[in-house]
């Protein structure tokens, strides 16, 4: 079964501790992306990936970091430095170019 | 910088009506893609339809269809006979190739809710 895994589901942390999102494919897609979403309000791109050990920041990276030393995976770390990181959090990866984005279930955390 | 709007906030229709959700893209590129996708109450977000700015022809997929109108900037997605599994937070979102990256912007969404 091919698709897009993130886990865990719900993610609840304290206030102060840094909480990394795992995000995993198997659909061999070179591009690879992470979403915030906010009650109410569209996705907001946070980080994205084109290749194996290259990334770019988005439009809200602050306090946010990643890694991408394997072509399935793409971790997300919030760090303490994120003001509020209590947000939907979601995975996504395309084939590339202007190809559509496949998303996976998403990672809802909340932080105390 | 490219913007969707999606004025509509929520709305409801009865069971087998016809339902239209308005999308507005603002982007100076003369190549940029316009995207749908439906987040039903599970949040995964599922892709429904891409098109390319310089294909305008309509495009029907069973009870979907999408109105894309350069002239206006809309890429309008009409929904015949809904029903229920219809209910969900639609997406229009809208990107632009740059030759190394392709980035979404995504409208703030539109919640539908079908009533029996």
């Known amino acids: 079964d091919g698709g897009i895994t993130q886990s865990p589901k719900y993610l609840f942390r304290k206030e102060g501790q840094n909480v990394t999102l795992s995000c995993e494919q198997n659909?061999?897609?070179?591009?690879m992306y992470w979403y915030r979403q906010d009650p109410g309000q569209g996705l907001r791109l946070i980080y994205y990936?084109?290749?194996?050990?290259?990334?770019q920041k988005g439009d809200i990276a602050e306090g946010y970091s990643v890694s991408r030393e394997k072509k399935e995976s793409f971790p997300l770390t919030v760090t303490s430095a994120q003001k509020n990181p209590t947000a939907f959090y979601l995975c996504?990866?395309?084939?590339?170019?202007?190809?559509?984005?496949?998303f996976g279930p998403g990672t809802r955390l909340t932080v105390t | 910088a490219q913007k969707v709007t999606q004025a509509q906030t929520e709305i409801s229709v009865v069971e087998k009506e016809d339902v239209t959700l308005d999308c507005v893209y603002e982007?100076?590129?003369?190549?940029?893609?316009l995207f749908w996708y439906k987040q039903p109450p599970s949040g995964e977000l599922v892709f429904l339809i891409r098109?390319?700015?310089?294909?305008?022809q309509n495009e029907i997929s069973g009870r979907y269809s999408w109105n894309f109108q350069k002239s206006t900037s809309s890429f309008n997605f009409t929904i015949t006979a809904s029903q229920v599994v219809d209910s969900a937070v639609y997406f229009c979102?809208?990107?632009?190739?740059?030759?190394?990256?392709?980035?979404?912007?995504f409208g703030t969404g539109t919640r539908l809710q079908v009533t029996l």
């Open positions: 979102a809208l990107s632009v190739w740059t030759g190394t990256a392709s980035k979404l912007t």
């Open positions: 996504a990866s395309s084939i590339g170019g202007p190809g559509e984005q496949y």
């Open positions: 659909l061999n897609h070179d591009a």
């Open positions: 098109r390319n700015s310089f294909d305008e």
């Open positions: 990936s084109q290749i194996v050990n290259d990334f």
């Open positions: 982007t100076r590129d003369t190549t940029y893609y």
